[in-house]
T-cell receptor, first 117, second 116 residues
Framework: GAVVSQHPSWVICKSGTSVKIECRSL??????MFWYRQFPKQSLMLMAT?????????EQGVEKDKFLINHASLTLSTLTVTSAHPEDSSFYIC?????????????FGPGTRLTVL | AQSVTQLDSHVSVSEGTPVLLRCNYS??????LFWYVQHPNKGLQLLLK??????LVKGINGFEAEFKKSETSFHLTKPSAHMSDAAEYFC??????????????FGAGTILRVKS
């Protein structure tokens, strides 16, 4: 149980285009999902916390107009990188907060590698 | 506030020898602690977690960790390294009570190399 998927697993796009990444909880309902980015040889940095049916909470320094997050259902959150530029190239990982006894645990997706040319 | 320090950025061991990956944490309230493993270009896999139950936590693939409150440590160990253990390991701290939110704080990571 507690499986999280991401789609796509990798994407290459041209500078100036927008890219949407999907995060799904496959076998449980996730009221809260998280989006992280990971630069090469670095740790994960939290970008934003996404709550179903409400606006996302962004971490300091993360541009909310550039990284649009939508959490329209209990099993799906999307991250849209708008007007992507090469510096947005990174590994984006989502997670979903568990339920019940697993409330304190986050279940991670496999990540999406974004390369902006 | 919470923070995590992984004391070694790289650890190299020979196959069949013990593994020790060190982690110290800081938390203004009772923490939950986790170890995750990440293989190249892959997502994170949970190895084990401590959530205020037994202080010695056993995880998958023969790993275990001991929560030592007096030392604010949560070191990860394995008696005998296998080649497949080569990966990056993250020590993570989070709140144990929803009253304190639900964010996780990641350590910088330790890359484990296993020599044949």
């Amino acid at each position: 149980g507690a499986v999280v998927s991401q789609h796509p697993s990798w994407v290459i796009c041209k500078s100036g285009t927008s890219v949407k990444i999907e995060c799904r909880s496959l076998d449980f309902q996730a009221t809260t999902m998280f989006w992280y980015r990971q630069f090469p040889k670095q740790s994960l940095m939290l970008m934003a916390t996404s709550n179903e049916g409400s606006k996302a909470t962004y971490e300091q320094g993360v541009e909310k107009d550039k990284f649009l997050i939508n959490h329209a259902s209990l099993t799906l959150s999307t991250l849209t990188v708008t007007s992507a530029h090469p510096e947005d190239s990174s590994f984006y990982i989502c997670s979903a907060r568990g339920t019940g006894d697993s409330y304190n645990e986050q279940f991670f997706g496999p990540g999406t590698r974004l390369t902006v040319l | 506030a919470q923070s995590v320090t992984q004391l070694d950025s790289h650890v190299s061991v020979s196959e069949g020898t013990p593994v020790l990956l060190r982690c110290n944490y800081s938390s203004s309230y009772s923490p939950s602690l986790f170890w995750y493993v990440q293989h190249p270009n892959k997502g994170l896999q949970l190895l084990l977690k401590y959530t205020s139950a037994a202080t010695l936590v056993k995880g998958i693939n023969g790993f275990e960790a001991e929560f030592k409150k007096s030392e604010t440590s949560f070191h990860l160990t394995k008696p005998s390294a296998h080649m497949s253990d080569a990966a990056e390991y993250f020590c993570v701290v989070g709140p144990s009570d929803m009253e304190y939110g639900n964010k996780l704080v990641f350590g910088a990571g330790t890359i484990l190399r296993v020599k044949s």
